[in-house]
């Protein structure tokens, strides 16, 4: 079965970086859109950023464009979300997800297949 498994979170101080990152199983990586997204306590699971699995396209809301990078690694299924100067409205669980639809797609329900998450936690 198709298995997303995140990590790198942790606790980081305002202005720093994380890199997460998310091993794909069970699904053809190259015939898939990745995507992440997060959520914060109290508030709705909001899209972050998308990658097209075989061409590496790539699509960011644009709140977060020059601070957040995706990047991937077919050879090991893995996508990454490369987060630098965050700040303390970062903080939230972050979810890889997979979706079929290989044209763009922001909301949570056009996603196939969903990680467990991994909490970022920015301290002020």
């Known amino acids: 079965q198709v298995q997303l498994v995140e990590s790198g979170g942790g606790l980081v101080q305002a202005g720093g970086s994380l890199r997460l990152s998310c091993a794909a199983s069970?699904?053809?990586?190259?015939?898939?859109?990745m995507g992440w997204f997060r959520q914060a306590p109290g508030k709705e699971r909001e899209f972050v950023v998308s990658?097209?699995?075989?061409?590496?396209?790539?699509y960011y809301a644009d709140s977060l464009k020059g601070r957040f990078t995706i990047s991937k690694d077919n050879a090991k299924n893995t996508v990454y979300l490369q987060m630098n100067s965050l700040k303390p409205e970062d903080t939230a669980v972050y979810y890889c997800?997979?979706?079929?639809?290989?044209?763009?797609?922001?909301?949570?329900?056009?996603?196939?297949?969903w990680g467990q998450g991994t909490q970022v936690t920015v301290s002020s």
């Open positions: 990658i097209v699995g075989s061409s590496g396209v790539t």
């Open positions: 069970g699904l053809t990586f190259s015939r898939y859109r």
């Open positions: 997800a997979a979706s079929s639809r290989l044209r763009t797609v922001v909301t949570k329900g056009d996603y196939d297949y």
